[in-house]
């Protein structure tokens, strides 16, 4: 049984920081890539960031470009998503992804998901 578990989220002012976690637990993510999407009500699920297991390769959405920043522990199979500058824009249901079948900025094609964690940026 695969489980992603976000922890994290919560309110926060205009221009301030919060770090997601995600850990993975289940079975091995070696080489699989790990991913961060948000939500809001009534939208499409968004890329925001992605990270390869070696931690050596990410990407970011534009919007969050500078912003946040992506990170891995393979020690502990969790993913982070440190967040800084956050905007009244960013706030949304955050949901951590793993194993892409093959496009890894689609939600669609991320094979295991968290049940997500609120992040609320007020102004």
């Known amino acids: 049984q695969v489980q992603l578990v976000e922890s994290g989220g919560g309110l926060v002012q205009d221009g301030g920081s919060l770090r997601l976690s995600c850990a993975a637990s289940?079975?091995?993510?070696?080489?699989?890539?790990m991913a961060w999407f948000r939500q809001l009500p009534g939208k499409e699920r968004e890329f925001v960031a992605v990270?390869?297991?070696?931690?050596?390769?990410?990407f970011y959405a534009d919007s969050v470009k500078g912003r946040f920043t992506i990170s891995i522990d393979n020690a502990k199979n969790t993913v982070h998503l440190q967040m800084n500058s956050l905007k009244p824009e960013d706030t949304a249901v955050y949901y951590c992804?793993?194993?892409?079948?093959?496009?890894?900025?689609?939600?669609?094609?991320?094979?295991?998901w968290g049940q997500g964690t609120q992040v609320t940026v007020s102004s």
């Open positions: 990270i390869s297991w070696s931690g050596g390769t990410t």
């Open positions: 289940g079975r091995s993510f070696s080489n699989y890539p």
């Open positions: 992804a793993a194993d892409p079948d093959g496009n890894w900025n689609l939600a669609a094609d991320y094979n295991y």
